[in-house]
Every structure is written in structure tokens, then in C-alpha cells.
């Protein structure tokens, strides 16, 4: 599942109207916090020029402090999460925003003295000066974690609501892996095929027979246990299927010929349950299952963290018409759980499911 990272200001036309709006708020609190201050009853005496060039300097000021709080915030969003380390965070952002924003007035004040002559250099030639200039950088400073931390709630609130839906499609598919598991276990000839089976291994070898049972017994207790399960250990799944594949040579006989071959190592991986059984059932359900001629299905890894079953291609000669709901849950799975999915390989002679394995990390 790809992660929502949408925030508040991603278009050109919010940033225009948000950077106007802290310019605006960077001279109303400059006026609220000093109303008497010698700059305003002769603010507008002043020439015409001077004042839109005054402005033009304010906008360039708010909008470089807007891009590099919100630069700053993404940032951080992906090395030090509010969800993780909320203390560690305040403080770094905290620090980079007042960083950003003194060397901003810096660069500003570096243009005037050097550029445009100003006098009084970078702090001012009286003391009134100075104290505009220590007041503008404070209430630059304040609007830059403004302006963070309504890009941080946004982000989060984006998320949350990304978590939210990405729960509910998830749910929605175990809902129907739940539906195909309870399908199968009272799906009247998947029961009394395997009864049938067994009533013949009982007259014939009672070990044979017994050994049936337990076997068909281990197949509804784990689906039982583990069908609610989002993710289950590699190694459980690939237990689990011995015992299918227990059932299905007791009823196909030399017809089909798994061979599996796992590394130690890759078996603690993890995957949704039931995926290998419903791929090993598929197998069978599109291809032929003859002595003469057994379909072969191999079960092994890649140094990727790749697991691939692997089945020769012998179509039956009337082919039943395929719904695909068994490959689609797989896929709706993986990407749920991991954004990643199943790639299909197809040849004149070989199908292959290519499934990435998941760490519990993801």
C-alpha cells in the first residue's frame, strides 16, 4: 500500500494565498505587540516606491520562511515521525525552523547592506532598528512553526485517514479469504471427496486411513485457527502443506509430483495464510494429472526474499473457465500488507507465481 504523503500546501495556489496570509499576520502582530512604535503614524507619508518595495521584501520574506518550514516538516516527517519520537521531533524541528529563519533575515539584510547600500548594516543603525529587526525575526520565527505545524497536522490527519481506509480494505478482503475458507470446508464434494478416500484407506490399511484423518483434521484446524490471521510464518504455511499435499497424493496418486525446496533462513519470512494452498490448488484445477505424464509443481526461494511455485503446464483438454478470485485475493493481500504483489510468469511450458516474502518490520 503506498503511503499517503499529500500536504497542506501542494499546489501553487494555496502556497500564493498562504504566503500573503503570513505576510499580512507578520505586520498585524507586529502592530499588535508595539501600536505606538514611531513606524506607523508615518507608515503611508512615505513614497509610493519605497512602500511596494518594502511589501515585495515582506512576500519574498514569508514565502522563503513557508517553503523551508514546509521543507523542513516533510523532511522530518520521514526521519523523525511525530508517532515515534514527538519530543525528539518538537526540538529538531523547533531548532531548523529558528536556523532557516535567521538565515533568511541574514540573506535579506546581507542584500540591503551590500546590494542596495542601505546604511546600518545587518543589525541596524539605532537602537530602534535594532529592535524591529530582533521583533521581525521573533514573529518570523513563531509564523514558521505556524506554518509546520499546520503542514505536520495535516500530513497526520492524511495519514490517519489513509490507515483508516487501508484497515477497512483489509478487513474486507480477510472477510472473503475467511468466506473461500469456510467455502472449502463445507463445500460438498471437497468433503465427500475426501471421505470417500477415506473409507477406501480404511478397508484397505487402517495405518493408511488413520493417517488420512489426522492429516485432514490438521488442514480445517488451521484454517480454523490461522484463516483470521493477517500474516503467518513461512515455515507454519509450508507445514500446513504437507498435509494437504498428504491428502491430494492419497487421491491423485502418481498424478502429480511436488518437489520443495526452502531455505532455513527464508522459512522465517512471512506471508498470508493459505497462500500456498491456493496456489497449489489452482495448479491442479487447470492441468492434467496423469501417471504417464505427472504434474510437476516445485515449491523454492531466491536470494531476492522471493518464494516461487512453480508448475509445468499441462491444460486439460476442456478448461474449466477461471473466476481468478484465488490469485486476486493473493494480490489484494500483499499489497495491503507490504505494497508489493505477485508477479505472474507464463511460457509455453511453465506457470509461475513469483511471491515477495514480508518481514515483520513491514
Known sequence: MQKNRETFLNNTGK?????????????LVSFILDPFSKFWPAYFDRPRLEIMGEWM??????????????????????????????????????????????????????????????????????????????QWIVISFLIALMIAAINSGNYLINNWKNEA???????????????QAL????????????????????LRDQQLGYDYAENFSKIYRYMLINAKKDLIYLEDELKFLQSYIFLIKQRVGDGVEFAIEVDKEAKHFFMPPLTLQLLVENALKHNKTTKSNPLRIKIYNNDKEELIV??????IEKPIQSSGIGIKNITKRFVLLAAKQPVIVKDESTFKVIIPLIRYDQ
Open 310 to 315: 512453480e508448475n509445468a503446464l499441462l491444460p
Open 165 to 179: 481506509l487501508r484497515a477497512n480494505q483489509l478487513n474486507q478482503v480477510v472477510m472473503e479469504i475467511e468466506l
Open 183 to 202: 467455502k472449502l470446508q463445507i463445500d460438498p464434494h471437497f468433503v465427500f471427496n475426501n471421505l470417500s478416500v477415506l473409507s477406501e484407506l480404511i
Open 57 to 134: 521584501v515582506s512576500l519574498v520574506l514569508c514565502y522563503s520562511i513557508s517553503e523551508s518550514s514546509i521543507f523542513i516538516s516533510n523532511k522530518l516527517n520521514k526521519y523523525i515521525p511525530w508517532m515515534e519520537h514527538p519530543a525528539r521531533r518538537l526540538a529538531v524541528e523547533s531548532l531548523l525552523c529558528l536556523v532557516s529563519t535567521l538565515f533568511i533575515h541574514f540573506m535579506i539584510g546581507l542584500f540591503f547592506t551590500t546590494v542596495l547600500g542601505e546604511e546600518g548594516g545587518l543589525f541596524g543603525s539605532n537602537l530602534d532598528e535594532r529592535k524591529w529587526i530582533i
Open 15 to 27: 502556497r500564493v494565498v498562504f504566503t500573503v496570509s503570513a505576510c499580512f499576520l507578520l505586520y
